[in-house]
């Protein structure tokens, strides 16, 4: 995903929750992040600041963290498992960064190890979540 | 909670109007339609985007001869690249000629990334070119896009009638906006949608045997009678603008 798009979309629903539940300020943000969606943690934080300029005072304290969860998938055909740290290097730099634009771009450019179907299953690693936000009424 | 779904209501704030342009079944000339509507309000001076969500089947790229399959430009999210003045996305961009196998849920996070990273600013129109069927992304789009109007295709067929009534219906329980029904392809069988949805009917498209020779040739397009016929619907014309 675009870190800048991924940085807006958290500030936004961080205000969004605020609004909800009457929060005053927010703490904290912990943002769960599929590794195929090949986020930067550097960029990211560079476009959290850039995005933060703008924002109201709610979140003048805020701190954002990002856990990253390793992506795996299971082949619908063959049952084989395997693990996107695996094959990674085996994409060139096109296919790289396809799947940072749209993960699912995977299912084009990677195939089983073992039978070469394309037809696998993303059983974790992809997607984004806000796991928590922590704030004072 | 999925942040990106919260972002796309933003993205989209500055889009006048944004039509689904879908249809029950394949082959009826859905991409066609919302590849010559772009075309066309683009040429009236219209500020236009499409977005082509037929993630296993995508054939604007090809009816409107689009061939720059380079990455678009980065600034805040990604920026449509610009074609005979249309704001244009298609997965082609990200996959050029390469299949894309896409099940139904792979589907779904591709449309909401699309949405949640494309920077479309200001449009009068966003056409958007859905696959065939009722399916998820039907009801992705209902669900990602509040302000989505269905634009529906048929032919004379009454195996395509009968699923657009199939497709009106699930419409009507949603409360989703209908823009309009157009016939394509009548000639040289009788027109029948007017009479079966008359509340809706927009207007026929006569079968255009030299249609197949224009693609690719967005000029060609832009005079064929398809894209006559599109412009001369003035119910549809009083709508749209």
Known sequence: ?137 | MDPRVNVIEDRLKEVKKIIAVAGGKGGIGKSTIASVLALILAKAGHKVGLLDLDFTGASTHTILGFKDFSFPDEDKGIIPPKYHNISYITIENFVESHAAPLRGEDATNAILELLAITRWDELDFLIIDMPPGINDTTLDIIRFIKRIQFCIITTPSKVTIDVVKRSLELLKDLDIPLFGIIENMTYPSEPVAEKIFPEHFIGTIPYDETYESAIGNPERIKESSIANTLVNFTKFCEKMC
């Not at chain 1, 995903?1 to 979309?9: G, Q």
């Not at chain 1, 476009?47 to 390793?70: G, H």
């Not at chain 1, 795996?72 to 994409?91: G, I, P």
């Open chain 1, 1 to 137: 995903m675009h870190e800048w798009a991924l940085a807006d979309a958290v500030v936004t629903t961080a205000k969004k929750v605020a609004k909800e539940e009457n929060l005053k300020e927010i703490t904290e943000i912990v943002v769960k992040i599929g590794e195929l969606q090949t986020i930067s943690r550097e960029i990211f934080d560079t476009a959290l600041q850039e995005v933060m300029k703008d924002q109201p005072d709610l979140l003048k304290n805020v701190t954002c963290t990002l856990k990253i969860e390793p992506a795996a998938f299971k082949c619908r055909n063959c049952q084989h498992q395997w693990l996107f740290a695996d094959v990674k290097a085996s994409l060139d730099d096109d296919e790289t960064e396809s799947i940072h634009f749209i993960p699912e771009t995977a299912h084009v450019f990677l195939k089983c190890p073992e039978c070469k179907s394309p037809d696998f299953e993303i059983i974790k690693g992809r997607g984004i979540w806000v796991d928590s936000i922590v704030g004072e009424k």
